[in-house]
């Protein structure tokens, strides 16, 4: 078995998704005063050539005066994916498209995070774990 497929299985296997409470929105400024603002709250963010994407908590996103219309719930995997890691990313994403949900995923430095909206994210936990015990 060539080795990044028993890595992916491996995460996998390993993920562990873990649902927070909080609701988040994706957020996006072209006013360098408004993103400097936004910056201290957010979870993340990343800076385009259009200007900053924020992710913000739906509350400190309507307090800066950003739209709170697409609500969502982060998925932490809770498996150390590493950077140079294969395949966990693509796997947990297609197995959220072919059921319908869409979603943004996030790398960090030691866990992956998925954004999903807030109105199915019980129902993708509940997908993600049995794709977890699908890997075991």
């Keep these: 078995m060539p080795e990044t497929v028993y890595e992916t299985r491996e995460m996998l296997a390993e993920m562990n998704p873990l649902l927070g409470e ?50 969502m719930r ?26 319908g949900i869409p979603c943004n995923m996030v790398a960090a430095c030691r866990h992956d995070h998925v954004f999903v909206p807030s109105a199915v994210a019980e129902r993708a936990l509940a997908i993600l774990a049995a794709l977890q015990a699908g890997a075991s």
Excluded: H, Y
């Excluded at 259009?50 to 739209?67: D, H, N, T, V």
């Excluded at 498996?79 to 059921?99: K, Q, R």
């Design 74 to 99: 982060r998925i932490a995997l809770m498996v150390n994916s590493a950077l140079d890691g294969v395949g966990l990313t693509a796997a947990v994403s297609s197995t959220l498209a072919a059921a």
């Design 22 to 71: 909080d609701e988040f929105v994706f957020c996006a400024t072209s006013d360098p005063a408004l993103a400097a603002r936004a910056q201290s709250s957010a979870l993340g963010w990343f800076k385009e050539e259009e200007g900053m994407s924020l992710i913000l908590e739906r509350r400190a996103a309507r307090a800066l005066g950003f739209s709170a219309d697409l609500p």
